[in-house]
Structures are given as C-alpha cells and as structure tokens.
C-alpha cells in the first residue's frame, strides 16, 4: 500500500536539547529510506530556498517523521505502538 502524501515532516531531536523541523516533498517511506543511508554519513544536508542546513547525524536523538507510514514492517519495528505519558501512567494506577 503506497502513501497519498507527497510531503513529509521530519523533526530532529538533538542531545542538548533543541528540535528542529523539516518539510521535505518525499513520501514518508522516501525519506526513512534517505535516513537509513545517511546513518553511514556524518552529515544530513537540507537545501531550502534560502540556505542549507547540515545536521551532524550523530548529534541527534531522535527523528520523528510524519505522516507515519505504518507498511514499514520487519526487525525493529513495533506495530500499533503508543506513547505512554505520565499523566497516562497516573491514570491507570
């Protein structure tokens, strides 16, 4: 099943603690498929209209990419997963 969605959303979590966002013209499978072959490179390049941006990979912590794409699937992969709050954790006690 192929994604309607032309662009994506990529948001970067970095060690000291700064997030940033991108949109990128990319199905979401493209750009994880991008991500995968860019974990071998130090740097991500992001041309936009005015400058370009270059994100030391091994600085970041977390990448979250939206619209999801849940026909990814294999090793690693945790389906029908949900992120659980505090407040979430409160409730259920």
């Known amino acids: 099943m192929q994604s309607q969605y032309t662009e994506t959303q990529v948001t970067f979590s970095y060690e000291n603690g700064h997030e940033e966002s991108f949109s990128i013209p990319m199905t979401p ?16 390049t992001f041309h936009l209209l005015d400058r370009s ?11 979250e990419i939206v619209p999801p794409f849940p026909e990814m ?19 259920r006690r």
């Open 29 to 44: 499978q493209a750009v994880y498929q991008q991500l995968q072959l860019a974990m071998d490179s130090p740097l991500l």
């Open 53 to 63: 941006v270059t994100i030391r990979f091994d600085r970041v912590l977390k990448v």
């Open 73 to 91: 699937q294999g090793d690693g992969i945790f389906p029908n997963a949900q992120i659980v709050t505090a407040m979430r954790r409160a409730a």
